[in-house]
């Protein structure tokens, strides 16, 4: 069983376009986080959510925003999507002062 | 905000060589994380350890912290080809910040 699974791996759309990716675990964690590694492997934290707050890094543009329907869910949702969105995408959890698990990542690429 | 910067940001050794990588971050912590990232893959945990800890080992990993200093190394013994790849250290409670990694290459 995948622990933390995200969907689709592979995402090729228009700029412009809105698209969503999913992401669901299955651990009981109360948080949840997504990452956006751009070309040079950098990782950085876009969204921090559990069952009583969400934390947004500030930088990142509100084309971005995060939903999720219940604890076991954290989706990403993107509008207007523009060429510098392009990126490899991580889904996380983790329960407070512990490791995170990860997802595969979703390879966004915007044409 | 917290933020771990790893040292070197990238390294070369022949397999069977020790690899040593540190990371050093900029305010007070409950814990430091060390993480694997395989080419294309999601990123795995690899230890924790805690403020109050000044060393930890598994299989062949150690990491060392200190937080007078600021600092962590992880130290991977008798390296293998497997062990290419880039290797992350992540501070924070509620929001789990990384560093900009080292990317460790094994030669055969």
């Known amino acids: 069983d995948t622990a933390v699974s995200q969907t689709p791996k592979y995402l090729v759309t228009q700029m412009g376009n809105d698209k969503s990716i999913k992401c669901e675990q299955n651990?009981?964690?109360?948080?949840m986080y997504w990452y956006k590694q751009d070309s040079k492997k950098f990782l950085k934290i876009m969204f921090s959510y559990n069952n009583k707050e969400l934390i947004i890094n500030e930088t990142v543009p509100n084309r971005f925003s995060p939903k999720s329907p219940d604890k076991a869910h954290l989706n990403l949702h993107i509008n207007s999507l523009e060429l510098g969105d392009s990126a490899v995408y991580f889904c996380?959890?983790?329960?407070?002062?512990?490791?995170?698990?990860f997802g595969q990542g979703t390879r966004l690429t915007v044409v | 905000s917290q933020q771990g910067e790893e040292d070197p940001q990238a390294l070369s050794i022949q397999e069977g060589e020790n690899a040593t990588m540190n990371c050093s971050y900029k305010?007070?912590?409950?814990?430091l994380q060390w993480y694997r990232q395989n080419s294309g893959r999601g990123l795995v945990h690899l230890i924790l350890?805690?403020?109050?800890?000044r060393e930890k080992h598994s299989g062949r990993l150690r990491v060392t912290l200190d937080t007078s200093k600021k600092s962590s190394s992880l130290l991977i013994t008798a390296s293998r080809a497997a062990d290419t790849a880039s290797y992350f250290c992540a501070t924070g409670d509620d929001k789990i910040i990384f560093g900009k990694g080292t990317r460790l290459h094994i030669l055969p």
């Open positions: 996380a959890s983790s329960r407070m002062n512990t490791e995170a698990f």
């Open positions: 350890i805690r403020s109050n800890e």
């Open positions: 651990l009981g964690h109360d948080t």
């Open positions: 305010t007070s912590i409950n814990n």
